[in-house]
């Protein structure tokens, strides 16, 4: 299985899939000093909740006159009650960080919000990610960095591996008999994206450089539904000063060449083989 991204969505998928029983491959664009995505720079604190019940009633509220599909709402229900115990179950110290009310606590459905949890029941300082990547880390599973995912590869209606750029910029050619998991993160970085789907012009990104809907755009590519994409919208604004990302152009410039070079890089290299640094060019396959 190969998952994409190295954030806290990406480590997450790569230990449930690890502890399962496959074998995994983590690719992330960026490199160590600032892979980790906007997880490695948020509050890093999140909910349990005390009711899955409720708690649906809760997101049905946030979301309203935007429904989210029901399947999504009654997993997201069950399993942000279990929050706190899986990272328990991997040996990570969580504990209550700040006693706050759910964030909109007039909405219907936000009393069963507890609140916020963190590592060593504390904010910040990239506890959550530290802890996340060590548990991948600790594991059999294969981490690559610099090796950003551009497409998706199908057959007969199937996503069946992906094609990356090796740190060396080489393509590489990945199979994946188990599927392919996209956890690139969301797209605030792409000015282009942030205008066509959310109508904002000049956005400040808060989070990493390396949101720029490289997902989003592989999963349409591959025939993704994209019907959701143009859904989110804040009930309120928030507040507070962006988080500086650590030796970040910041500027919109770098921002669109890089995504130039992911788009302009979909034209499989051919043959699509590539290169990982051993002599003989080969395929890397994995399940
Ligand atoms: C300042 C700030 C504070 C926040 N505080 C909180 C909080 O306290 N609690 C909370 O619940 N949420 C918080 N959030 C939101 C939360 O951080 C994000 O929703 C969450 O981190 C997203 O996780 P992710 O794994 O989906 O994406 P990310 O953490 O952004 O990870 C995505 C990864 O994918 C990689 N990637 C992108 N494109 C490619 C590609 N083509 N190939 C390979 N790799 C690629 C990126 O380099 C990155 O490492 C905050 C956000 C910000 C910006």
Request: with cysteine; proline share 8%; glycine share 10%.
């Amino acid at each position: 299985m190969v998952v994409v991204g190295f954030g806290g969505a990406g480590c997450a998928a790569a230990i449930a899939a690890h502890d399962a029983g496959a074998r995994v491959l983590v690719l992330d664009k960026e490199s160590a000093s600032r892979a980790g995505g906007s997880t490695r720079v948020s509050g890093a604190v999140w909910f349990d909740n005390r009711d899955p019940e409720r708690a649906a009633v809760y997101l049905r509220s946030l979301s309203a006159g935007r429904p989210v599909p029901e399947p999504v709402v009654e997993v997201w229900a069950r399993e942000t009650a279990r929050n706190s115990e899986w990272m328990e179950s991997l040996g990570i110290p969580v504990g209550l960080a700040v006693p706050a009310p759910a964030e909109f606590p007039d909405l219907e459905g936000s009393d069963v919000m507890c609140g916020w949890i963190g590592v060593e029941g504390r904010m910040g300082d990239g506890l959550l990610w530290a802890a996340l990547s060590q548990a991948v880390r600790a594991r059999d599973i294969d981490v690559r960095l610099e090796t950003p995912a551009r497409e998706l590869i199908t057959a007969d209606g199937k996503v069946v591996g992906l094609l990356a750029d090796a740190p060396d910029g080489s393509p590489l050619q990945v199979r994946a008999t188990r599927g392919v998991i996209l956890a690139t993160g969301g797209f605030e970085a792409n000015p282009e994206m942030v205008r066509d789907h959310l109508r904002l012009t000049d956005p400040v990104v808060w989070g990493t450089p390396a949101a720029t809907g490289d997902g989003l755009r592989m999963a349409v590519e591959a025939g993704a539904d994209r019907a959701r994409t143009t859904a989110s919208k804040s009930r309120r604004a928030g507040s507070g000063a962006p988080i500086p990302w650590p030796n970040s152009p910041r500027s919109c410039e770098s921002i669109r060449m890089s995504c130039g070079t992911v788009s302009t890089a979909t034209t499989p290299p051919a043959p699509p083989v590539l290169t990982t640094g051993s002599a003989a060019p080969h395929a890397l396959s994995h399940r």
